[in-house]
């Protein structure tokens, strides 16, 4: 999955941090390989969501993945101190990106996987009740003091994500990300992850 978004993404709405908060991407003017392009393959092209939810720094995280040539748009849905995703929501992020594709390579892990290019990104936040956008308005982020409930804003300029280089692969039909680990983190190009996160997938 894409680590570094995800903890990236976690500090900045975290309601201990006053302000804006910086994600870890790389700079969206770093060399691509000319073998890139728009064009989506088919065995990633169309919709996704993670397997089930999932537990970030005691929060449950959903996440729902729309890939087309070209582009990407991916919504996180946040359950705020409930790792079970159950209860009430508490807000959602979305992020759209312009994806470029690789052709096919083999990792480390012996998986065949594909490049993948993540850049412009757009960031967009949506507090799903009335006690989260109190916590954000109070904590001013992204110097907003004016959340409401339902309202989505757009906080790009506030998440300082560049560009994502990173890998993918459909095992079984299940669709993983990189692991981006230590200096794998997919902040440049010559960083990428060279093995897949298998322990978190992606579903159709």
């Known amino acids: 999955m894409k680590n570094m978004i995800l903890t990236s993404l976690i500090a900045f709405t975290s309601i201990s941090i006053v302000g804006c908060g910086s994600g ?6 770093d060399t691509t390989p000319s073998n ?10 169309g919709s996704w969501k993670l397997e089930s939810c999932t537990e970030d720094d005691g929060d449950g995280v959903k996440i729902d993945v729309l890939i087309e040539d070209g582009k990407e748009s991916d919504i ?4 705020d101190s409930d790792t079970s995703c159950s209860n009430a929501l508490s807000y ?24 993948i290019d993540l850049t412009n990104h757009v960031l967009s936040m949506t507090p799903k009740n009335d006690s989260f956008a109190t916590d954000l308005n109070n904590a001013v982020v992204c110097g907003f003091t004016d959340w409401s409930k339902d309202i989505t804003k757009n906080v790009t300029t506030c998440f300082n994500q560049g560009a994502d280089y990173d890998v993918y692969g459909v095992i079984s039909g299940k669709l993983y990300w990189g ?3 230590g200096a794998l983190d997919g902040s440049t190009s010559e960083n990428r ?6 322990s978190v997938g992606f579903i159709r």
């Open 24 to 29: 870890g991407g790389g700079s969206s003017s």
């Open 193 to 198: 992850p060279n093995a897949l996160e298998t």
């Open 179 to 181: 692991n981006q680990d």
């Open 92 to 115: 959602t992020l979305e992020i759209n990106t312009t994806n470029l594709y690789g052709p096919k390579i083999n990792l480390t892990d012996a998986n065949d996987a594909y490049n």
């Open 36 to 45: 890139m392009t728009a064009i989506a393959p088919s065995d990633i092209k």
């Open 76 to 79: 996180w849905y946040y359950f």
